[in-house]
């Protein structure tokens, strides 16, 4: 009889726990599938190959997220939107603006990579017959975004060489890269220092590029996703989810380059040369990792060149690698064959840990 009440016991036991095991796994199941909205703010000129290829090739539907993009037509509208709540993310509104909102109050928090390099400087043909270099931005009307990394790469570039933009060329502040390739074609401005959002408006307006913002400053960061730093830490899944596709989205840049040139063509609305040429020919560098020491970088120049008051803070608040290791370590996990996502493990080392 005892032996008969121990395996009754025995059984109800197992059965508990076989319950409780089916359960388990249908909330992980359930958790996994779980479907995520982000509200993604981007500047539709340049937009994000990494975000176009994405929802091209599902790659977010595959990690349960659901992504809408809204376009904003520069960055401070976009990051008042963002710090307002109205977004979630902020992908396409460089790393200049960002870190000036940062020194005025906001918790922003940097937690991945997508542009760096990649701005033109353009011209009129007359003016550009005659460029050699960056000393013949003297006595030149330079028009230029503020705001925008490029406009703080420039400037960085004039200050070491020894160039006064006060007194050495009128400088010519704009409010949109548009207005400032609007300044240069109709000739109140000799120069103008552009972003990659106006390279092909520049070029069909017969305009010349005399530059790239990376011979000024060799691979600078650039557009950098950005997020409220409690956004961040309250929605760790959401934030992995998204970064593990932008990892997928550089495979597919790097290994198919022709998809990328259809996704210009697709959503910025270029005629295949002339995407082909955005895609392909504009010193743009293309990645997923954060970059830390990149936005450090950039966080001291905009400093040294009198651009921002650190004020006290301390940029290492504002950035968050962590996430991106996480994300990278699981691609890892999940394809340990494959040579590219090792590759990146050991660029995620040089770019981020000192």
């Given at each position: 009889?005892?032996?008969?009440?121990?395996?009754?016991?025995?059984?109800?036991?197992?059965?508990?726990?076989?319950?409780?095991?089916?359960?388990?796994?249908?909330?992980?199941?359930?958790?996994?599938?779980?479907?995520?909205?982000?509200?993604?703010?981007?500047?539709?000129?340049?937009?994000?190959?990494?975000?176009?290829?994405?929802?091209?090739?599902?790659?977010?539907?595959?990690?349960?997220?659901?992504?809408?993009?809204?376009?904003?037509t520069n960055s401070s509208d976009g990051?008042?939107?963002?710090?307002?709540?109205?977004?979630?993310?902020?992908?396409?509104?460089?790393?200049?603006?960002?870190?000036?909102?940062?020194?005025?109050?906001?918790?922003?928090?940097?937690?991945?990579?997508?542009?760096?390099?990649?701005?033109?400087?353009?011209?009129?043909?007359?003016?550009?017959?005659?460029?050699?270099?960056?000393?013949?931005?003297?006595?030149?009307?330079?028009?230029?975004?503020?705001?925008?990394?490029?406009?703080?790469?420039?400037?960085?570039?004039?200050?070491?060489?020894?160039?006064?933009?006060?007194?050495?060329?009128?400088?010519?502040?704009?409010?949109?890269?548009?207005?400032?390739?609007?300044?240069?074609?109709?000739?109140?401005?000799?120069?103008?220092?552009?972003?990659?959002?106006?390279?092909?408006?520049?070029?069909?307006?017969?305009?010349?590029?005399?530059?790239?913002?990376?011979?000024?400053?060799?691979?600078?960061?650039?557009?950098?996703?950005?997020?409220?730093?409690?956004?961040?830490?309250?929605?760790?899944?959401?934030?992995?989810?998204?970064?593990?596709?932008?990892?997928?989205?550089?495979?597919?840049?790097?290994?198919?380059?022709?998809?990328?040139?259809?996704?210009?063509?697709?959503?910025?609305?270029?005629?295949?040369?002339?995407?082909?040429?955005?895609?392909?020919?504009?010193?743009?560098?293309?990645?997923?990792?954060?970059?830390?020491?990149?936005?450090?970088?950039?966080?001291?120049?905009?400093?040294?060149?009198?651009?921002?008051?650190?004020?006290?803070?301390?940029?290492?608040?504002?950035?968050?690698?962590?996430?991106?290791?996480?994300?990278?370590?699981?691609?890892?996990?999940?394809?340990?064959?494959?040579?590219?996502?090792?590759?990146?493990?050991k660029r995620y080392k040089e770019y981020?840990?000192?």
């Amino acid at each position: 009889m005892k032996k008969k009440v121990i395996s009754i016991l025995l059984l109800a036991i197992f059965l508990i726990s076989a319950v409780g095991c089916t359960n388990s796994k249908k909330e992980v199941s359930k958790e996994n599938k779980e479907t995520i909205h982000l509200n993604i703010g981007y500047a539709p000129g340049i937009g994000n190959m990494l975000c176009f290829i994405a929802q091209d090739k599902g790659l977010f539907k595959e990690e349960n997220l659901e992504v809408e993009l809204i376009p904003f037509t520069n960055s401070s509208d976009g990051l008042n939107a963002l710090n307002s709540g109205k977004l979630d993310l902020g992908i396409s509104f460089g790393t200049a603006a960002p870190l000036t909102f940062i020194t005025n109050g906001a918790n922003f928090s940097f937690f991945g990579g997508y542009l760096s390099g990649g701005h033109p400087i353009y011209a009129k043909k007359e003016v550009a017959d005659k460029y050699k270099g960056i000393k013949d931005f003297k006595g030149k009307k330079v028009a230029t975004p503020r705001l925008y990394t490029p406009d703080i790469v420039w400037r960085s570039a004039m200050d070491k060489a020894g160039i006064n933009i006060k007194s050495d060329l009128e400088l010519i502040e704009m409010k949109k890269p548009t207005d400032v390739l609007e300044a240069v074609k109709s000739g109140k401005a000799d120069i103008g220092i552009g972003t990659g959002s106006t390279y092909a408006k520049a070029k069909q307006a017969g305009l010349e590029i005399v530059d790239w913002s990376n011979n000024l400053w060799n691979d600078h960061v650039c557009c950098r996703p950005v997020a409220k730093t409690d956004f961040i830490e309250k929605n760790p899944k959401a934030i992995k989810k998204f970064l593990k596709v932008m990892i997928k989205a550089e495979k597919v840049w790097t290994e198919e380059p022709e998809f990328a040139v259809k996704m210009n063509e697709k959503y910025l609305k270029l005629d295949k040369k002339m995407a082909e040429e955005v895609t392909l020919k504009t010193n743009q560098v293309i990645e997923s990792d954060p970059k830390r020491k990149g936005i450090i970088d950039m966080w001291n120049r905009m400093s040294e060149i009198g651009y921002l008051d650190h004020k006290g803070v301390n940029i290492e608040d504002h950035i968050n690698i962590k996430m991106y290791k996480e994300a990278l370590d699981e691609m890892i996990k999940e394809n340990p064959n494959d040579d590219f996502y090792k590759k990146l493990e050991k660029r995620y080392k040089e770019y981020n840990i000192d």
